[in-house]
């Protein structure tokens, strides 16, 4: 069974602080993907990493795959009350695997 | 990209009743998904939806639980059948498009 352990599944932190969130596994996934929900909303695809290695910017988010393929990273570089949200990674083989969530809140 | 919406998009039943979720995306997609969900929590997948062919269930899911419908290739439903408190959350329907996911706002429903 292919697991994807997302850490911390909770985060409260204050506008301008930085953070990481962290997706770990044993299986080797062919892409990895990082999305975002709100409240009353269906999870928005933020980006897709494939290559081993590869770091993708989206303004102050900063996407991280693994060498291995294995483990992905999200850091968040001052963040912003709008940043507020649940997010999620998922590791894809043949399906989707879906980490457990990350509840970020960011205190103005 | 996709654009997906969700019917209705919440809703209060009773137990023992059934409801219907549909679900339509403004472009064809062969691969089409039924998700459900806790507020707060992740998503756990309960089936695929090919159009042309049965549904595939995940483990824990049934076809009389959960009947779908994938009728063309842009519109598909969900029923939650004979429905119990347990069956409260959010339903969301989601389409594989250019190898990304898409999803809709999801249902919520609430059963009492």
């Known amino acids: 069974t292919q697991l994807l352990e997302q850490s911390p599944q909770f985060l409260s932190i204050q506008e301008g602080e930085n953070l990481t969130v962290y997706c770990n596994s044993s299986s080797v996934f062919s892409s990895l993907q990082w999305y975002r929900q709100e409240p009353g909303e269906g999870p928005v695809l933020l980006v897709t990493?494939?290559?081993g290695g590869e770091v993708k910017k989206l303004k102050r988010l900063t996407f991280q795959f693994g060498d291995a393929r294995k483990d992905s990273s999200l850091h968040i570089t001052a963040a912003q009350p709008g940043d507020t949200g649940l997010y999620l990674c998922?590791?894809?083989?043949?399906?989707?695997?879906w980490g457990a969530g990350t509840k970020l809140i960011i205190k103005p | 990209s996709a654009v997906i919406s969700q019917k209705p998009s919440r809703d209060i039943c009773q137990r023992g009743t059934s409801l219907t979720i549909q679900c339509q995306v403004d472009?064809?997609?062969?691969?089409m998904f039924w998700y459900r969900q806790q507020p707060g929590q992740s998503l756990t997948l309960i089936a695929t939806?090919?159009?042309?062919?049965?549904?595939?269930?995940e483990s824990g899911f049934v076809i009389d639980k959960f009947p779908i419908s994938r009728p063309n290739l842009t519109f598909s439903t969900l029923t939650v059948s004979n429905m119990s408190p347990e069956d409260s959350s959010i339903y969301l329907c989601?389409?594989?498009?250019?190898?990304?996911?898409?999803f809709g706002p999801g249902t919520r429903l609430t059963v009492t």
């Open positions: 990493v494939v290559t």
């Open positions: 998922a590791g894809s083989n043949y399906q989707l695997i």
């Open positions: 472009s064809q997609v062969t691969m």
């Open positions: 939806a090919n159009q042309g062919s049965e549904a595939t269930y």
């Open positions: 989601s389409v594989l498009k250019q190898h990304e996911q898409y």
